[in-house]
């Protein structure tokens, strides 16, 4: 498809303000392989098991074949496949220190004993899909081998063991250039093996905060890119990134959509660090933002709450809605902030949260015009609680107001299905 100039977009739009609308959503182009056509779900070891090479202390979390083995089962015995999650992921620290006689990345031996091949063989075997790391630079974050100058025998080795997601970091890269260079070359180096690949990038992170990312690029070379520092498992760390989001909006919520989505990192939920109403407000917003949906936890032991809000079929479908269109914070009140999301079949998506650290559960009121850019509930709607629990509410007329109770850093997330008029 080839880009109108933005003087012929002009006259396209005094002709045709509908084609606008059409071409509006279609002006970016995506990456074309056919992937990620709604946000990648499935499970990331980095944020819970980090760089643990230590098997002889730690054999249950340290990065070896046996975590992914474990964690592939649980996916499908636990219901989580059944959910949506389906790609199993290794971040850094699987390889071995150097390449082989060939040049190519290898795993490390102790660790990984059967190869990713057949680790992907078994996850494969399970109805899942094998994810794996890489760098755009000479060494990965962790100081493994970078895929500076190697970039079409990465790809192919990856192709050739039967990998399904790329995610290409952006450590030990000495330029701008380079990185741009490298990003576009890996991508089309996993084109090129023929293999469906999900190109996980980095790209925009390591470009802020001196330089603008060209969004309209990325996507055309990613189906998802982080543009923030890495999540912790804090809420300290959730706050800044909904913080930048928030802030950044003008910039990046028109061009995530089918094929390609911005990537706020990782899902935080069961682990150590998030109350019970943080871990809502994780869930909801990342639902509201599009966001892959990759968890980092410990699936062999998790409490029995928040794998269910995990495995939340409402929100999930929420962040999985075909239209795909990316949310927003609409208004940020004194101690309140309403994001929303526009859904198929003219929905919309409401996140109402409770900034206030302090207190109890604080009282809301919000006007059902001011929402849906007016048209939600016009002229009536139904709306849904969905979380922190699902509640019905019924039947609401365009003028009327809806009041509910947020829960100090907690988050109300409602469903909004407007009734269709005749
Ligand atoms: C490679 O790119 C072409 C065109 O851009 C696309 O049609 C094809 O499906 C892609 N192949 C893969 C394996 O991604
Ligand atoms: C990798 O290292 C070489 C040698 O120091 C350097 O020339 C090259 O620019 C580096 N590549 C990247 C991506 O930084």
Request: charged share 20%.
């Amino acid at each position: 498809m080839k880009f109108c100039s933005s003087q012929r977009l002009g006259s396209v739009l005094a002709l045709f303000f509908f084609a606008l609308v059409f071409w509006d959503v279609l002006g970016v182009r995506a990456l074309d392989n056919g992937l990620a056509r709604t946000p990648t779900m499935g499970w990331l070891h980095w944020e819970r098991f980090m760089c643990n090479l230590d098997c002889q202390e730690e054999p249950d979390s340290c990065i070896s074949e046996q975590l992914f083995m474990q964690m592939a089962e649980l996916m499908v015995s636990d219901g989580w496949k059944d959910a949506g999650y389906e790609y199993v992921c290794i971040d850094d620290c699987w390889m071995a220190p150097q390449r082989d006689s060939k040049g190519r990345l290898q795993a490390d031996p102790q660790r990984f004993p059967g190869g990713i091949r057949r680790l992907a063989n078994y996850v494969h075997s399970k109805g899942l899909k094998l994810g794996i790391y890489a760098d755009v630079g000479n060494k990965t974050c962790a100081g493994f081998p970078g895929s500076f100058g190697y970039y079409d025998i990465d790809a192919k080795t990856f192709a050739d063991w039967g990998v399904d997601l790329l995610k290409f970091d952006g450590c030990h890269c000495d330029s701008i250039n380079l990185l741009a260079k490298g990003y576009k070359h890996m991508s089309l180096a996993l084109n090129k093996t023929g293999r469906s690949i999900v190109y996980s990038c980095e790209w925009p992170l390591y470009m802020w905060p001196l330089h603008q990312p060209n969004y309209k690029k990325i996507r055309q070379y990613c189906n998802h890119w982080r543009n923030f520092a890495d999540i912790y498992d804090s809420w300290e760390s959730i706050k800044l990134i909904l913080d930048w989001t928030a802030s950044n909006q003008d910039r990046i919520v028109n061009i995530a959509g089918p094929g390609g989505w911005n990537d706020p990192d990782m899902l935080v939920i069961g682990n150590f660090g998030l109350s019970w109403d943080q871990q809502v407000t994780q869930m909801a917003l990342w639902a509201i933002m599009a966001a892959p949906l990759f968890m980092s936890n410990d699936l062999r032991q998790i409490n029995p709450q928040a794998k269910a809000l995990l495995q939340n079929k409402d929100v999930i479908a929420v962040n999985q809605d075909p239209l795909g269109k990316q949310g927003y914070r609409l208004r940020k009140e004194k101690d309140i902030e309403v994001w929303e999301r526009p859904l198929s079949n003219l929905a919309w998506a409401v996140a109402l949260r409770n900034l206030k650290e302090i207190g109890g559960p604080l009282s809301y009121t919000t006007s059902l015009v001011s929402l849906g850019k007016g048209v939600a509930c016009n002229p009536g709607c139904f709306i849904t609680q969905l979380l922190p629990m699902k509640k019905d509410y019924g039947f609401y007329g365009w003028t009327s107001s809806f009041k509910t109770q947020i829960n100090p850093t907690g988050t109300v997330l409602l469903k909004l299905e407007a009734i269709s008029v005749n």
